[in-house]
């Protein structure tokens, strides 16, 4: 993973590699949550199997514009679409990994972990009522903490991004204001701020700029070293985004109960649990060729249950799915694509 940081700000973010032929590589598109893992893993695929996954991380809004398009293989989004919407679009999802989002800051003299942000505070900065970094509702919450006298600079993502979707459907959770002005969406309209494309287009504005604050899946912060914020949670309780806290959300996520996996695991319940916790998820299509969807399951089957598949996600801080949602995804795979 260390030498992925600058492929991460520099926007390297194509898995391809030259000299393979077309019939071994899988086209893939989505989320930028998800590729440092994805990447991770589609390096060591690749030397276990000749197979390459070329994955364009250009955002779960183009993902998913994507697969409906029949331009790829997969998709990965952060937003889990309705089933209503994969039925209408021939569309197939599962879940593939349990992410975390977190506040990233750039303010003079603040190291990673030592502001506590809770919901009220992040929607009034992101609302643009908070507009200094000793604003006296952050320093009720960090009692101790030199706060300049700074202004805030707003970061959000510009593209349409499932890390946009669960941060912001968190901020409506939290915030009726929040809800009713704004919304949850993976593009919304910004009260406030600048905007950067993709978790690294945001992280980069972050470091770039004193006095900003930004919203990440949480590998791109530890990847780069970034101030990260702790958090207060539905619990009251203050937790660090790391592997930990984002299996306690996970905890939630009971896929029984739900078609289509179709479940959002933000602000859950638990004293242990991050507030801004998400599965993100693999879309693929009903009707395609049957030996092209054969070899994304390949690889999927391989990601969900190789131990070193699973160790290289805990490693990034994401958390792997249990055994028996594996099962029950493996069982959909049957139903829905007939493999």
């Known amino acids: 993973m260390k030498n992925s940081g600058m492929a991460f700000m520099l926007g390297m973010m194509s898995l391809s590699v030259a000299g393979m032929t077309q019939a071994e590589t899988i086209s893939a598109a989505g989320g930028t949550a998800i590729y440092p893992v994805l990447s991770k893993w589609a390096e060591t695929y690749k030397q276990k199997t000749g197979i390459m996954v070329n994955y364009q991380a250009i955002g779960s809004g183009g993902g998913i514009a994507q697969i409906k398009a029949k331009t790829v293989a997969f998709a990965n989004s952060d937003m889990p679409l309705k089933p209503k919407d994969l039925n209408k ?111 690294a287009g945001v992280a980069a504005y972050v470091q770039r700029i004193p006095g900003a604050i930004g919203y990440v899946e949480y590998a791109y912060a530890k990847e780069n070293h970034m101030a990260y914020g702790k958090m207060i949670n539905a619990a009251g309780k203050v937790v660090s985004p790391d592997l930990a806290t984002f299996q306690a959300a996970a905890a939630n996520a009971d896929f029984n109960k739900v078609a289509d996996f179709y479940m959002i695991l933000t602000n859950q319940p638990g004293a242990q649990s991050w507030p801004i916790s998400a599965a993100t998820y693999i879309l693929m299509r009903k009707d395609a060729d049957k030996t092209a969807n054969a070899g994304v399951l390949n690889f999927a089957r391989w990601f969900l249950t190789a131990p070193q598949a699973q160790a290289e996600a805990r490693s990034l801080d994401y958390v792997p799915l249990p055994n028996t949602t594996v099962t029950q995804i493996e069982a959909y795979w049957k139903t829905n694509l007939g493999q």
């Not at 989002?101 to 009034?124: A, D, H, R």
């Not at 970094?133 to 600079?153: F, H, Q, R, S, Y």
């Not at 912001?168 to 009260?191: C, H, I």
């Open 89 to 199: 679009d021939q569309l197939v999802q599962f879940p593939a990994v349990i992410i975390g989002i977190t506040p990233v800051v750039n303010v003079p003299g603040i190291k990673p972990g030592e502001l506590t942000f809770n919901g009220t505070v992040l929607t009034g900065i992101y609302l643009g009522k908070i507009k200094k970094w000793n604003d006296a509702a952050i320093a009720e919450l960090n009692k101790g903490v030199k706060l300049p006298d700074m202004n805030i600079t707003v970061v959000h993502r510009s593209d349409g991004s499932g890390t946009t979707f669960n941060f912001t459907n968190y901020l409506a959770k939290v915030s009726p204001e929040w809800k009713q002005r704004v919304g949850d969406n993976t593009a919304v309209s910004w009260p406030v701020g600048v905007g950067g494309k993709g978790n």
